[in-house]
T-cell receptor
Framework: SQQGEEDPQALSIQEGENATMNCSYK?????LQWYRQNSGRGLVHLIL?????REKHSGRLRVTLDTSKKSSSLLITASRAADTASYFC???????????FGAGTRLFVKA | DVKVTQSSRYLVKRTGEKVFLECVQD?????MFWYRQDPGLGLRLIYF???????EKGDIPEGYSVSREKKERFSLILESASTNQTSMYLC?????????????FGPGTRLTVT
């Protein structure tokens, strides 16, 4: 079963800047989700975007999905030090049951 | 708020020991999951359960078993712990039809096998 591949693996930015993380995949999906994990903790769900949706917003988060390019991006605007975490994309393949997690992007926001 | 709790945050066990990791959720979710997380590999599914007494193998079930006697509780068992099972173990739950809904995660158990 496929796994989303996040890019970049690590990202370091200044507070106030925007952070963009990308996720690419290979086969058709039912939906794609983004999760955040603070150091040494469990994952927290951020956004779910379905295959027939192109963009979703939640506060400072914007997620886009391009099914023709098989890619998604997570944009965090006006980043804060508290956004420092690992971010994972997770896929559910069409007709599938399991959620498959990628290896994650580590974001470091410098104060 | 949904709450998923795991019995221990940190655990150190010896090779060959039988290890029990407990997970409890309070949202009456049908689905529960056990993952292990290793650097560079993301989360890998060990087992999941979509109902009491039901279990399905995930991607890496070897060396593990599970038990779900009550809806709110899902236990992961390492029959004979080995050093390659040193990892972060994450439990999660979700409403029925998983994959179509978000998963709620516990805080994780960092297991070290020496």
């Amino acid at each position: 079963s496929q796994q989303g591949e996040e890019d970049p693996q690590a990202l370091s930015i200044q507070e106030g800047e925007n952070a963009t993380m990308n996720c690419s995949y290979k086969t058709s999906i039912n939906n794609l989700q983004w999760y955040r994990q603070n150091s040494g903790r469990g994952l927290v769900h951020l956004i779910l975007i379905r295959s027939n949706e192109r963009e979703k917003h939640s506060g400072r988060l914007r997620v886009t999905l391009d099914t023709s390019k098989k890619s998604s991006s997570l944009l965090i605007t006006a980043s804060r030090a508290a956004d420092t975490a690992s971010y994972f994309c997770a896929l559910v393949n069409t007709g599938g049951f399991k959620t498959i997690f990628g290896a994650g992007t580590r974001l470091f926001v410098k104060a | 708020d949904v709450k998923v709790t795991q019995s221990s945050r940190y655990l150190v066990k010896r090779t060959g020991e039988k290890v029990f990791l407990e997970c409890v959720q309070d949202m009456d979710h049908e689905n529960m999951f056990w993952y292990r997380q290793d650097p560079g590999l993301g989360l890998r599914l060990i087992y999941f359960s979509y109902d009491v007494k039901m279990k399905e193998k995930g991607d890496i079930p070897e060396g593990y078993s599970v038990s779900r006697e009550k809806k709110e509780r899902f236990s992961l068992i390492l029959e004979s712990a080995s050093t390659n099972q040193t990892s972060m173990y994450l439990c999660a739950s979700s409403p029925p039809g998983s994959g179509y809904y978000e998963q709620y995660f516990g805080p994780g158990t960092r297991l070290t096998v020496t």
